[in-house]
Nanobody, 120 residues
């Protein structure tokens, strides 16, 4: 069984910074690709940033230059550094990982979500 656990959300003032973490636990062979998504109230879930397998890191236009996604393979952890936060960044943030499981299947897993609120 694979679990993704996010942390690092909270309340921050406009212009502030937060770093989200997502740690994968359980038994699996490898993490192929990772991404962060977010969902604001009344809106659909959207991709924020991703590190695809064998591809270049990519970002939503609205966060490019402010957010940075990274991964630490030794810790099976992915991060989202968020700078210059705006009220429009307020949302529940979800991490997503494409994982090669012990049954040799590649499955998508999601974290439970962490709330980020940007407000003065």
């Amino acid at each position: 069984q694979v679990h993704l656990v996010e942390s690092g959300g909270g309340l921050v003032q406009p212009g502030g910074s937060l770093r989200l973490s997502c740690a994968a636990s359980g038994s699996f062979f490898s993490i192929r690709a990772v991404a962060w998504h977010r969902q604001a109230p009344g809106k659909e879930r959207e991709l924020v940033a991703a590190i695809p397998e064998g591809g270049d890191t990519n970002y939503a236009g609205s966060v490019k230059g402010r957010f940075t996604i990274s991964r630490e393979n030794a810790k099976n952890t992915v991060y989202l550094q968020m700078n210059s936060l705006k009220p429009d960044d307020t949302a529940v943030y979800y991490c997503n990982a494409r994982i090669l499981t012990m049954t040799m299947k590649v499955d998508d897993y999601w974290g439970q979500g962490t709330q980020v609120t940007v407000s003065s």
